[in-house]
């Protein structure tokens, strides 16, 4: 059996954590729930501001991020098919572009001195 996906998510923030609690009743053992403030920095992995800018799974040495990353996790779930639609032709470049406006707006309420430390880089 190969080793589990894990998804990286920001455990200081209350939506993400309601999310990943109700992920983590129903998923499989496949897929691996990490949050990203309980991380040491390790040489493989974006940097932690990467990280908290946007979901990540890791699926070996691959890398799905985005809403994708959402869509993905879900599908180690009974209720994985509820997710699909959002990568419908007509329906996943709204659904992307919601997804990053989302991820930015939370990302700067939440991080704003970093977002300025990241605007230096």
Wanted: glycine share 4%; hydrophobic share 35%.
């Amino acid at each position: 059996m190969s080793d589990p996906d894990t998804l990286y998510y920001d455990g200081s923030c209350p939506l993400c954590q309601r999310e990943m609690s109700h992920l983590a009743r129903l998923k499989s053992d496949q897929l691996v729930l990490q949050d990203i403030h309980e991380l040491s920095t390790t040489e493989d992995l974006p940097t932690k501001s990467a990280l908290l800018q946007s979901l990540h799974l890791r699926r070996g040495d691959q890398w799905v991020t985005g809403l994708d990353a959402n869509i993905a996790a879900w599908q180690y779930t009974r209720i994985g098919m509820l997710w699909r639609w959002l990568s419908w032709p007509f329906i996943k470049p709204v659904a992307d572009w919601c997804y990053r406006f989302w991820a930015v707006k939370r990302y700067a309420k939440r991080y704003p001195a970093r977002q300025a430390d990241d605007s230096h880089s």
